[in-house]
Each structure stands twice: as C-alpha cells, then as structure tokens.
C-alpha cells in the first residue's frame, strides 16, 4: 500500500477487507441491502447519524464539524455491480452467478466509508457532510430516485463531489476537466411494423421492413454527420436488429425491432438526436408502406463540471494529496455517469482516480469480466475526498 497519511479509526487492511466483503456480494441497482446494512452499520458505529432507504436502498450519513459553519457539502460513492458473470479467479470473487462488482463501485463505496470514519474520529472542519451512498447508477436511475425522495431537501448540501476509478491510469493520478466530462446516455428502440409476405413469390405486395430498417441504419449515421455541429461529439450505435424466422427466409417478416445507444455531451444535441431519430424512423417507414414507433431512454445527462470553483476546489485538493498527480485536462468521455444527476441539482465537480497502468494491476477495462478494483487507490481517493471537505469547509 502507498504510504499516504490518512489518519483512520481503523487499520487499512481492515477496510480492504471492506471492500472484498463487498466485492463477494454484489447486488443489483436497487437491490443493494446487504451493502447498504453494512455500510449503515459501520457508519452507526462510528456514531454518525444515518438514514436509510433514501431513494429505495440509498445511505446518508451526516456528520458535523466541531467547529461553528453553515455550510454544507456532499460527498457521493455508488454501490451497485453489473450482470456479468467474474472471471478473476480471485478468493474474494463473486459468489453471486451472474453478478459481479465489474465496475468498482465496491471500492468507491469503501472510499467514502473510509472517510466518513476518519471525518468522524477528527470532525476538525466548520459545517456538515453528508456521505451520500447512492444505489442503482448502472442505468437504473438511483441518483434521479434519491433526488425525488428529497435528497438535497433532507440533506441540504451547498455543493456535491465524486469520483470513479479508471484503468489505464496509473494509481495515485486524478483527472478531470472543466466543462463536459462524461456524455449523456441513451438505450433507443425502434418498432417496425407493415404487411409482410412471401420474398419470392410476391415481395412486391409487403412493405419489406428488411429494407425499411436498412435505410434507418443508415440514416443513423447522417444525423451524427449532419445534424449535429461539426464541433459536438455525438454517438449512434445500431446493438441489435430481430425480426423474421431462422426457418423461413423466404418469408418478409410483418415486424422488426431495433435497439442501440446514443451518446452526446450536451441536452440541446441530446434532444436534436431524438427528436431526429423519430423523424428519420416514421420518414422512412412512411416511404415503403410501413409504420415505426420509436423511444428514447435517457438514463442520465452528460456530467459536465460547470462551476469553476468546485472544479478548482476538487483540483486543489489533488495536488495537496501527498504523491498524487494531478490532470486537470483529461479527454472527454463517452459513457454516461449517473452522478450528472446531482451536478443538475447542485454546483460540485466529478473526478476519475487511477486505478492502473494497462496491462498491470488494475489496468482491465471496467464492465469486463476480468475487472478488479485496486485496493491501492483507496488511500488517495480517501485522500482527496478529505482534502475537499478541508477546502470546502475551511
């Protein structure tokens, strides 16, 4: 383990075995109760004050500095796994068939547990945290759940701050950028319908929806190359396309289903991609004697750092991390994080914390069945989150 000073309660090993714990358990979006009845029970130990069941099976712990101030802030980690099956071979793997921590929400939650017990053994700050344990960020809407379950009204918070880990940089890196960060993401079908018929003896009475979907799919890409600005990333993929039978080739299906997922950095260029997409789908279903129906699920907004002082803050606050170092213009990033949910809500900033250099330890890809977190991020990630409440609540 790296030999940063993070004065805890607790040994580190003993939260490292935390997170393994956590690691042999995983739980699904809005499932997360044994995850949360331990991370309740540690906090309650350590004489927080907690609620739970915030947006269905989401934790709050509250703590107070011993120093006078109306501030507050939050400080979030998520605790969901994935539905894929562990690979790792590891003694703590999986013992859930199918279900895996596969993008280390194991460690982030035992990085905000780690420093809501060194908050609490040394509340030397002015205001209140709140240690925000959110369930469901794997696209099942657990930020947007907390948030109508009146999140920020029971928990007022004057600013929020998270991080996630991210392979291919090494241990003890953070990086982050002002602005867009991470984009909006989107899962979309759409539903073909029309007389089908017999590809052989009479195509020429169907509405061919094979044909229809060949030019949706094609017309996908026209709305990225030409309806978005030039200077906007934005992303169209086509995942899946069913319809007809393995059987009957020679029959032309009277249905088809298309699904995939859209990305984009912004709400105006989220919005031009739906409401092109269902355009494009009626425009060339109408054409060929078909009909479309098509739906956009967005499962969150892109994240973007938009407040200049928290953004400075979180990058403060890195580089007083003894041994950190400190990107402060990291690339854009097409996958969707749900904590863009709470940047909507409330001013604050959001952080990638290395968890690898590729090829090493901790450097497999996130949602990959060989995927671990590294336990040697969990110091600097406790860290930084403590070097923000310093700053914050100064």
Known sequence: MPDIPVALPVPLAELVAVRHDIHAHPEMGLEERRTAALVAARLRAAGIEVVEGVGVTGVVGTIRGRRPGNRAIGLRADMD????AETTGLSYASTCAGQMHACGHDGHTTILLGTAL???????????VHVIFQPAEEGRHGARHMVEDGLFTRFPCDAVYGLHNMPGFPVGTLATRPGPFMAAAAQWTIRLAGKGGHGGANPHTTADLSVVAAHIVLGLQEI???????????????????????????????ALLM???????????????????AALATAEATLRGATAECEVQWFCPATVNRDP??????????RAVPGMTVDPAAPMVTGGEDFAVFLH????AFVFL???SAGGKGGEPIHTPAYDFNDEAIPYGIAWFREVVRRELA
Do not use: K, Q
Request: glycine share 10%.
């Open 81 to 84: 796994c994935l539905r894929i």
């Open 118 to 128: 060194a908050l609490a053994a040394e509340p030397d700050f002015a205001g209140t």
């Open 224 to 254: 990225v190359g030409r309806n978005v600005p030039p200077l906007e990333p934005a992303v169209i993929s086509v995942g899946h396309i069913a319809t007809g039978e393995a059987e009957s080739p020679n029959v032309l299906p009277a």
């Open 259 to 277: 699904r995939g997922t859209a990305r984009a950095f912004s709400d105006e260029i989220a919005a031009l991609i739906e409401s092109r997409m």
């Open 309 to 318: 002082r928290c953004f400075e803050t979180a990058v403060a606050a890195a």
């Open 345 to 348: 809500e409330r001013p604050g």
């Open 354 to 356: 290395g968890n690898g």
